[in-house]
């Protein structure tokens, strides 16, 4: 994958004073040590002939690796190790006080020897952190977690039976399990999925039952693990792109829900486009818009949209009909 200026910058402010510390080590073992490859290193030991607080030769970085073994000098003014920022310790601590809330977790006193370390280190970061409560979701069994995470390790498919609110029905089905999650305090189970043919994520307050199976719970070899970091619902290229028009009232829409492009136009409207594999979500939501929001395209949802709308007010006057005699 293609590395990022930002990505790299971070490396090489953390190797300089990791090699300085190390002088003369073995250049494969550094980059093995670093998690990176011989030739990555020697491309960032190039790197840093051009690197110092000035221009003449005296006032840059000096890196030598001929012989197999690297030394670096002249590297005294970024020598010191990187040091936790106040808000990075609180962020950190604050994470580490997340993970120690998680249920079923084991490593617990692993947890609490860091927290103890870094309140001894940073002071006033840890009275901050120690005001900041940590709530993980609740609703889900400290078992069910432990269950799903329990299959994770051990390579066991799972059986599940799944509630889908927008369908109002329960679905029974077997998933190769590949990781246990948390988003915004809601606890996923990500699997290969035998019923769909293809990986799925599941909230585990809608798992009602989960049995890991004594069979092989590896999933696929073209299995991928979605990209969460926009959340758990993850749009995919092959979905059904559809396009809305959404009145001012009704804007919030794009905000909430990931979408393909957003363009607002002279009277405050937007014509929004997303991708979406189940298209019952997005009917009902648009019913209960009320007219804010109305389908473009493609035509088959906008005629579904038309056709429940006209289903519901029929039955609505069917039974305002039947509780007045008429």
Same mark, same amino acid.
């Not at 038309?306 to 039947?322: F, H, N, V, W």
């Given at each position: 994958?293609?590395?990022?200026?930002?990505?790299?910058?971070?490396?090489?402010?953390?190797?300089?004073?990791?090699?300085?510390?190390?002088?003369?080590?073995?250049?494969?073992?550094?980059?093995?040590?670093?998690?990176?490859?011989?030739?990555?290193?020697?491309?960032?030991?190039?790197?840093?002939?051009?690197?110092?607080?000035?221009?003449?030769?005296?006032?840059?970085?000096?890196?030598?690796?001929?012989?197999?073994? #690297?030394?670096?000098?002249?590297?005294?003014?970024?020598?010191?190790?990187?040091?936790?920022?106040?808000?990075?310790?609180?962020?950190?601590?604050? +994470?580490?006080?997340? *993970?120690a809330s998680v249920p079923g977790l084991g490593e617990r006193d692993a947890i609490e020897r860091a927290m103890a370390? @870094?309140?001894?280190?940073?002071?006033? /970061?840890?009275? =901050?952190?120690?005001?900041?409560?940590? =709530?993980?979701?609740? +609703? #889900?069994?400290?078992? @069910?977690?432990?269950?799903?995470?329990?299959?994770?390790?051990?390579?066991?498919?799972?059986?599940?039976?799944?509630?889908?609110?927008?369908?109002?029905?329960?679905?029974?089905?077997?998933?190769?399990?590949?990781?246990? #999650?948390?988003?915004? /305090?809601?606890?996923?189970?990500? +699997?290969?999925?035998?019923?769909?043919?293809?990986?799925?994520?599941?909230?585990?307050?809608?798992?009602?039952?989960?049995?890991?199976?004594?069979?092989?719970?590896?999933?696929?070899?073209?299995?991928? *693990?979605?990209?969460?970091?926009? +959340?758990?619902?993850?749009?995919?290229?092959?979905?059904?792109?559809?396009?809305?028009?959404?009145?001012?009232?009704?804007?919030?829409?794009?905000?909430?829900?990931?979408?393909?492009?957003?363009?607002?136009?002279?009277?405050? /409207?937007?014509?929004?486009? @997303?991708?979406?594999?189940?298209?019952?979500?997005?009917?009902?939501?648009?019913?209960?818009?009320?007219?804010?929001?109305?389908?473009? /395209?493609?035509?088959?949802?906008?005629?579904?949209?038309?056709?429940?709308?006209?289903?519901?007010?029929?039955?609505?006057?069917?039974?305002?009909?039947?509780?007045?005699?008429?």
């Open positions: 994958m293609p590395e990022s200026a930002t990505d790299r910058l971070a490396r090489l402010l953390t190797m300089v004073p990791w090699l300085v510390a190390r002088q003369g080590i073995d250049l494969a073992l550094a980059a093995e040590e670093l998690g990176i490859t011989v030739e990555q290193l020697e491309t960032d030991l190039r790197l840093l002939y051009l690197c110092g607080y000035g221009q003449m030769p005296d006032e840059l970085i000096d890196a030598q690796w001929e012989g197999g073994r #690297v030394f670096v000098t002249n590297a005294d003014t970024i020598a010191r190790p990187l040091r936790l920022g106040r808000d990075e310790a609180l962020t950190l601590m604050v +994470g580490l006080r997340a *993970l370390k @870094l309140e001894q280190a940073t002071g006033a /970061s840890a009275e =901050a952190a120690a005001r900041v409560e940590v =709530a993980i979701s609740e +609703g #889900v069994e400290a078992d @069910l977690l432990a269950d799903a995470r329990r299959a994770v390790e051990g390579h066991r498919r799972v059986h599940l039976r799944y509630l889908v609110p927008s369908r109002d029905e329960a679905t029974e089905r077997d998933v190769d399990p590949m990781r246990v #999650v948390n988003l915004d /305090s809601r606890w996923y189970l990500e +699997g290969w999925c035998h019923l769909a043919q293809d990986t799925r994520t599941f909230r585990m307050d809608r798992i009602a039952r989960l049995d890991v199976l004594d069979v092989d719970g590896t999933p696929p070899a073209d299995a991928q *693990l979605r990209d969460l970091d926009a +959340g758990a619902f993850t749009p995919r290229p092959d979905d059904t792109l559809v396009t809305l028009r959404l009145t001012p009232g009704a804007t919030w829409v794009s905000d909430y829900y990931p979408t393909e492009s957003v363009q607002t136009q002279q009277d405050g /409207s937007q014509i929004v486009t @997303l991708r979406t594999a189940d298209t019952l979500w997005l009917r009902r939501l648009l019913w209960r818009l009320g007219g804010h929001g109305t389908v473009v /395209s493609p035509p088959e949802v906008a005629q579904a949209v038309s056709e429940g709308a006209q289903a519901a007010l029929a039955a609505y006057a069917a039974d305002t009909t039947a509780s007045t005699g008429g």
